[in-house]
């Protein structure tokens, strides 16, 4: 049997501060402790294919946009939220191992834009079937419609956080 860090953690400080509302942490702390766990499988994932959940980021992001696969560095940087010297570094890794090719713009030649080049385009093809296959069977404990509630949750709480401010309870 596992322990419950999580339980743990309330527990010591229901013990400890009874007159404090730790209840938050059962929240805040797994997701904490659920992003480090996604952050060891993805790793895992993506090794052999010699890719890092960044670099995996920037080909899903160029993917998704549709043909031709390609975008100005600095809107993929704005979309994976990434410094622009961050995604130089990305993309010249990615270059490196022929996933991504820089072409001229079309409209400014002076602007170079990042493109898949066909082996990236099917190695992302790839690794998203099984990548949201295996995020999906491990969802698979929730009923019908659970997982749209949950992610709208999420999204509540995700806005709250961008925005500094506490939320209204709904519902």
């Given at each position: 049997?596992?322990t ?17 509302d ?8 797994r997701?904490?402790?659920i ?20 670099l995996f980021d ?24 990434l410094?622009s ?8 890794h ?25 082996e990236?385009h099917?190695l ?46 709904t519902?």
């Amino acid at each position: 049997m596992s322990t419950d860090h999580v339980e743990v953690i309330l527990a010591q400080w229901a013990r400890e501060r009874p007159d404090l509302d730790a209840s938050s942490i059962g929240i805040f702390g797994r997701i904490s402790r659920i992003d480090r766990l996604f952050q060891q499988a993805m790793a895992e994932f993506l090794r052999p294919h010699g890719l890092t959940l960044g670099l995996f980021d920037v080909l899903a992001a160029l993917r998704r946009l549709g043909e031709p696969f390609q975008a100005r560095p600095s809107d993929l940087a704005e979309t994976v939220m990434l410094t622009s010297g961050g995604m130089t570094g990305r993309l010249d890794h990615l270059e490196q191992l022929g996933l991504v090719v820089r072409v001229p713009d079309p409209e400014d030649r002076r602007v170079m834009l990042a493109r898949l080049s066909g082996e990236g385009h099917d190695l992302i093809d790839g690794l998203m079937a099984k990548h949201l296959d295996r995020w999906l069977s491990r969802l698979g404990w929730l009923r019908p419609g659970e997982m749209e509630a949950f992610a709208g949750y999420l999204r509540e709480l995700e806005a709250t956080l961008r925005s500094g401010a506490p939320q209204p309870a709904t519902g």
